[in-house]
């Protein structure tokens, strides 16, 4: 259908309508979108007034209202909604009134369903008995009300639609459950622009492309919308936002960790014709979603699960192979990713049993197909943590992702494997998200899951038919892998390896440890920072302890976004045969950003300088230096300065200037970028004043 215009310029010349923009607006609270258009929320009223410019006096009672959306509307499929005028408003159904009128104006008020479909309406007025009299009055956008009791995405507490709903900028939690770090994301859904790219995202949706009426006859239910959004982003199998790439080369576009936010992905995948956006990983895939969600009206919040399995073949157990030299064998699709980033929406869910309505798991990251396409969710969060298998939409996968058991396997020359460990509590763990009203991390864990070896997890296993896992042999060997804390950038890695001989005989044993370069999402690459053999004697029922430590000049030769090292160990007795195994993800901590405002007070439309300073704790001089800033009414489409070169223990500062064009508290993104460090995030929240 027609695209919404802020000055209605398709209006019929008959009349003229006066939508009170910023009126409206302001109470539907979309006056930060715009006040130019009417944006309204489904279930509340909304005021307009038409004056007849054609010199007619038309009665009340001859007139009907006719709200229409999509290319060819019908009432069959709920695209065309017919309504009488009444005496008074039903909010639980599409209702108008007239409130007051003369001779030539009337003042409507008027009432989306709190089931309404959401984007664009035409608003008609039509005679009762003569259909081809009517009066063209404008185009309006609906959107979902978390505000609306009667609204299936309503959400009770003040705080949490701030939170949830109108917060433009958030926090992405990363890293590993070891050392938890965090990256700012400028979500940006109130930009004006954002809207109706939001809206186009819908309208590319394959059914939509074959079938509009069948697509809309949906575009009411938030459990569908969140769907579509989670399949969307992705563009494994449509005209999605972002394509997914989690290895180098990136030279077809830009490594995930160079997004500040969703805005400059939503618009550069609007201006390329709806072409993907090259390149993002999981946290990118959650935030443009969260950015997408929030814009059209359904609360949602990012979630980290650290620790995350990725259970490709369904059997809740996650297999990993390696070879005598600690490189992985390819035998298995499964692997456990240092940390996996979704969505939660909050929504009733009428589709499922009583039980299931609240937070709903929504990940559009493409992992597995659901339903023949890449999409996930929504999983009720309930569902998950009590093994409700059953439950739509894709309870196993994330299930599996906080709950599967892990099995290691050792391959040898032959193809004979051993099994060498199995861990029943290694995945699932600090599952966190923004804390609601601040800048604090919420862990959600216990949402997820019941507590290791409490009788309800036993009870939950059972439930999802884990019953498969075998015991694990018994251990004449132990051992154990620790990393000093806290591991910084640039510097050494302390490593302790305990090995314990759990006899009353003497073991001589070969230990091995390799480290390796880590992508997050569970691979190693094939590339050995550091490789360590040794044989080593134990006594009996004694422990041994080994150090070992990792330096920057081994390390630093292979820099990349990730900072992750994956550190493995082996013990085998030379005589039985007997062996331990240990395995470790590490996060490498980078130093901080530190930025200040140099002009305080802030004040709309009024230049800001900022200073952002770091200290190069690197023993090597960093070179090509780049501080990418952005922000949601802070800076229009961001700003890159280049800097000279850091040499070792130097403190450097950069200066940078911006005009903010909206009040409010806004949040001030940067990442810096150099030869040796990539993805460098620092934020400052800044109180803008009305100018």
């Excluded at 081809?132 to 956008?141: A, P, Q």
């Excluded at 929504?362 to 659901?370: F, G, H, I, K, R």
């Excluded at 038919?465 to 620790?482: E, M």
């Excluded at 280049?642 to 500062?653: G, L, Q, W």
Aim: proline share 4%.
């Amino acid at each position: 259908m027609d695209k919404l215009t802020g000055d209605c310029a398709q209006r019929s010349s008959k009349c003229q309508v006066d939508f009170q923009f910023a009126k409206n607006n302001k109470e539907h609270r979309t006056d930060e979108i715009s006040t130019k258009r009417l944006i309204v929320r489904r279930g509340q009223i909304f005021n307009i007034k038409v004056n007849f410019t054609d010199g007619s006096n038309p009665e009340i009672t001859t007139f009907r209202l006719i709200f229409e959306t999509g290319p060819d509307p019908k009432k069959s499929n709920g695209t065309q909604v017919v309504v009488p005028f009444t005496k008074s408003i039903n909010v639980k159904r599409w209702s108008g009134i007239i409130s007051s009128s003369t001779s030539s104006e009337w003042c409507l008020a008027i009432s989306p369903s709190p089931t309404a479909k959401i984007g664009y309406h035409r608003l008609t007025l039509q005679h009762i008995d003569d259909q081809h009299v009517k009066y063209y009055i404008g185009n309006f956008v609906v959107l979902f009300n978390p505000w609306c009791s009667e609204d299936e995405v309503f959400l009770n507490s003040d705080s949490q639609r701030d939170e949830y709903v109108m917060n433009e900028t958030g926090i992405i939690y990363v890293g590993s459950s070891d050392y938890i770090n965090h990256v700012a994301w400028n979500f940006g859904q109130f930009e004006e622009d954002i809207l109706d790219i939001c809206l186009k995202i819908l309208d590319n949706t394959p059914l939509y492309l074959k079938n509009p009426s069948k697509a809309l006859a949906t575009r009411g239910y938030p459990v569908y919308i969140a769907r579509l959004v989670s399949a969307m982003v992705n563009s494994s199998d449509d005209r999605g936002v972002l394509q997914g790439r989690w290895h180098s080369p990136y030279d077809k576009g830009v490594y995930p960790g160079i997004w500040n936010g969703s805005i400059a992905i939503l618009r550069k995948w609007n201006n390329d014709g709806c072409r993907a956006v090259r390149y993002g990983q999981c946290w990118v895939f959650a935030g443009v979603a969260c950015t997408v969600l929030r814009c059209l009206g359904i609360p949602t919040r990012v979630v980290t699960n650290f620790d995350s399995a990725h259970d490709a073949d369904a059997n809740l157990t996650i297999d990993s192979y390696y070879d005598v030299e600690g490189d992985r064998t390819g035998e298995s699709n499964d692997s456990i990713w240092n940390f996996h980033v979704w969505n939660e929406c909050w929504m009733t869910r009428n589709d499922l049993r009583l039980g299931n309505d609240g937070w709903q798991v929504v990940d559009a990251t493409p992992q597995e197909e659901s339903d023949g396409i890449y999409c996930c969710g929504p999983a009720p969060v309930k569902a998950i943590k009590e093994g409700d298998m059953d439950m739509k939409y894709d309870v196993p996968f994330v299930f599996a992702e906080v709950n599967a058991h892990c099995v290691e396997w050792l391959v040898f020359g032959n193809g004979t494997k051993m099994r060498m460990d199995m861990n029943v509590s290694r995945v699932g763990h600090c599952t966190s998200t923004k804390r609601c009203g601040s800048d604090e991390r919420e862990d959600v864990t216990g949402h997820y899951k019941y507590s290791d070896g409490s009788i309800q997890e036993t009870e939950v296993f059972e439930r999802a038919n884990r019953i498969q896992n075998i015991p694990p042999p018994v251990k004449t060997l132990g051992l154990t892998l620790t990393a000093e804390k806290p591991i910084y950038n640039g510097k050494s890695v302390a490593i302790t390896l305990v090995v314990s001989n759990k006899t009353s005989k003497k073991k001589v044993c070969e230990l091995s440890f390799w480290a390796k370069k880590r992508k997050y999402h569970g691979p190693s690459e094939n590339t050995c920072v550091k490789k360590h053999k040794q044989e080593i004697t134990i006594a009996p029922n004694e422990e041994k302890i080994i150090p070992v430590k990792v330096d920057y000049k081994e390390y630093g030769r292979f820099p990349d976004m990730y900072n992750l090292m994956k550190l493995i160990s082996l013990v085998t007795d030379v005589s039985t045969k007997d062996s331990a195994f240990a395995i470790k993800d590490i996060t490498l901590i980078n130093p901080p950003l530190t930025i200040k405002v140099l002009n305080e007070p802030v004040v709309q439309f009024k230049n800001v300088l900022v200073e952002i300073s770091f200290l190069n704790t690197f023993p090597e001089t960093l070179k090509n230096c780049v501080m990418t800033l952005e922000g949601a009414g802070l800076i229009e489409g961001g700003k890159e300065i280049r800097f000279k070169d850091v040499v070792p223990n130097e403190a450097t500062k950069v200066n940078c200037d911006f005009v903010p064009y909206k009040s409010g508290l806004k949040k001030l993104l940067v990442d810096f970028d150099c030869d040796k460090l990539q993805d460098v995030k620092g934020s400052l929240n800044i109180t803008v004043k009305s100018r």
